[in-house]
């Protein structure tokens, strides 16, 4: 036990890091009345939130019923029933379903956090009660200029998904973009997004228009600041600090010194699971080596660390102990190493295939991010398919761009001169520079082109799944996911698995409470975000699969915090 007596501050509740899980937390406890302290291991708000997607899987939620009220949480209980089979935990499965459309309310009404909905296909939208409107809701973008002094704060999206120096772009506005040309209204659009930008780039860093995962951290920013709720950046969490059996509080490194701050109520672990703890990782990954993280690269496991020191258990009970997508790296002649995430933009696209070392496809490469790395741990055996190479023709490349290589603009030649992209005249010398087998993938491209001109994926069924058709390209017929390779020059990026968060972590109650080895809740201690194993037990039905539950059992463990059942016996002050 901790000796808990160097006092320096004292608040309702103390939350630990900045992502979607602890600034929900935060708002929530905040708006019922708790005083709060938000602290920071990172100079800047957001983690992985603010440099992700931005999307909510959400059943129930008021945006997704008016658009498609006949996907209800009823359906999604089934379908995520079907989905997890035997892993499923009811307790959490319940109280997720229950509070998803409470949370997203309470957040509308009280706050700035808003968000729309817009269709988005569950990745299994084929499976009993899927659906191929989806649950998934985005945050309403946001004006970045009424952060004030917070827009240097939030952490901006990485700089590759960006363009024109810090401009955030949309899903729906790339065509129009990529083609100011193509019309009257594209071309207004374009002007009106560009000139903002430009008007931008005279007063800030980079442009002031939030999207996805950026507006919704400057959503809560924003909301937060309104209320008057700190956030101490640069401030670690260290230890947990715990008193007769109940978490008080927890020592932080303030400016190299370790300090003490009370938590009256409790102290919630947001701090975004073990991505980038090699320790973590060796333990409880064991099965899916891995070298790379899209993750913040402060989820280094420290909350869920502080909490195993103080006889928390961690939920093993998880089918796979990440959310995957494949991912290629670009290594500079100058040193620099950029990693992106092949999500949908181009392995989405018609005309791309995936093989594996002997040259042979493994997968539907249209499917999600996360089962296609999970075939690539199935197909892996020996290492067949990690890496695992995606290929394509001068004509793709051109017209949709291919990982880092941006459609229409982009000099190939650095990309082929640093190794990032293979190029070759010949599927056969294709081959040899990828040293798989010239027959093989001779074989493959051939049956992949004729099913391509038939419609019918005679392997995988690419094309077949309403995801897969959302991704594709609506004007190539007769299937909008698959195209002829068979444009020279012909191209391959290499992919290996790269986690986008870590799923298994803390074991937690339905209120977000932390669980000692023997499922007792430990007085004082909640935990949410990628700090617990998901309720999602591992699987991704759809868009959102991770964000929705953080921000949904950040909301409970919130709530819980500020009931009669969180108020502690005796004063610990
Ligand atoms: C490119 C990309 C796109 C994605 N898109 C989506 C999507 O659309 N929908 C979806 O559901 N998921 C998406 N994800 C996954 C999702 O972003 C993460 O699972 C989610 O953001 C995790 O939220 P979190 O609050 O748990 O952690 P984070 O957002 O990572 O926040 C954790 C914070 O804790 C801080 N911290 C760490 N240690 C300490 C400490 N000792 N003291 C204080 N603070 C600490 C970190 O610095 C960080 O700021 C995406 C991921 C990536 C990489």
Not at 199 to 216: E, V
Request: charged share 20%.
């Amino acid at each position: 036990m901790k000796e808990c007596d160097s006092l320096q501050e004292q608040v309702d509740v103390l939350v630990v890091g900045s992502g979607a899980a602890g600034l929900t937390a935060a708002l929530v406890a905040s708006i019922e009345g708790l005083d709060v302290l938000v602290v920071e291991k990172s100079a800047h708000a957001g983690g992985t939130t603010a440099t992700s997607g931005g999307s909510l899987w959400v059943p129930g939620a008021a945006a997704v019923l008016d658009a498609t009220p006949d996907v209800d949480s009823q359906r999604a209980r089934s379908y995520l029933q079907h989905e997890f089979g035997t892993w499923v935990r009811p307790d959490l499965l319940d109280a997720f379903l229950e509070a998803s459309p409470l949370a997203i309310d309470y957040l509308s009404r009280n706050s700035e956090v808003k968000f729309a909905y817009a269709v988005n296909p569950d990745y299994h939208a084929e499976a009993p009660f899927g659906s191929a409107t989806g649950h998934a809701i985005t945050a309403v973008p946001f004006d970045g200029r009424l952060l004030g002094e917070d827009f240097a704060r939030l952490k901006p999206p990485r700089r590759v998904f960006m363009v024109l120096g810090g401009m955030m772009v949309g899903r729906r506005e790339i065509p129009i973009l990529v083609r100011p040309f193509a019309s009257p209204r594209a071309f207004l659009r374009t002007l009106g997004i560009v000139g903002r930008h430009a008007r931008d780039r005279l007063r800030y860093p980079r442009g002031t228009r939030l999207l996805i995962g950026n507006a919704l951290v400057a959503r809560y920013l924003y909301s937060l600041r309104r209320r008057h709720v700190r956030i101490a950046y640069e401030t670690p969490l260290v230890d947990l600090c715990r008193q007769h059996g109940r978490v008080v509080g927890a020592y932080v490194d303030r400016a190299g010194q370790r300090v003490l701050i009370k938590a009256r109520r409790g102290v919630v672990l947001a701090a975004g699971g073990i991505a980038h703890s090699q320790t973590l990782r060796t333990t409880l990954m064991p099965e899916h080596p891995h070298q790379y993280s899209m993750a913040d690269e402060g989820d280094t496991g420290d909350g869920v660390n502080a909490a195993l020191k103080i006889g928390a258990a961690v939920d093993r009970s998880v089918s796979n102990p990440a959310y995957w997508s494949p991912a290629s790296i670009w290594r500079k002649r100058n040193g620099e190493e950029i990693l992106w995430i092949h999500g949908h933009m181009d392995r989405g696209k018609p005309g791309l295939l995936a093989v594996d070392a002997s040259g042979r496809r493994f997968v539907n490469e249209a499917d999600s991010y996360h089962d296609f790395v999970l075939a690539m741990f199935r197909n892996g055996g020996g290492g067949r398919a990690i890496p695992a190479h995606l290929i394509c023709d001068h004509r793709f490349l051109r017209k949709y761009g291919f990982g880092l290589v941006r459609p229409l603009i982009s000099r190939i030649s650095p990309f082929v001169r640093d190794g990032y992209v293979t190029r070759a005249r010949t599927i056969e010398s294709l081959a040899d520079r990828l040293g798989v087998d010239r027959t093989a993938l001779r074989d493959t491209i051939a049956t992949y082109n004729n099913d391509a001109r038939t419609g019918v994926d005679s392997l995988f069924g690419r094309g077949s799944r309403a995801l897969n058709r959302f991704n594709g390209d609506p004007d190539v017929r007769p299937n909008p996911c698959m195209h002829p390779v068979d444009r020279p020059p012909y191209y391959a990026i290499t992919v290996w698995p790269c986690t986008i968060g870590t799923t298994i972590g803390l074991a937690t109650d339905k209120d977000s409470r932390v669980l000692d080895d023997a499922g007792v809740p430990i007085d004082g201690l909640y935990a949410c975000g990628n700090d617990v194993s998901s309720m999602m037990r591992g699987f991704y039905p759809g868009p959102g699969a991770t964000l929705g539950p953080a921000v949904v059992f950040a909301y409970r463990a919130a709530r819980h915090l500020a009931s009669d059942a969180a108020r502690p016996i005796a004063p610990s002050d």
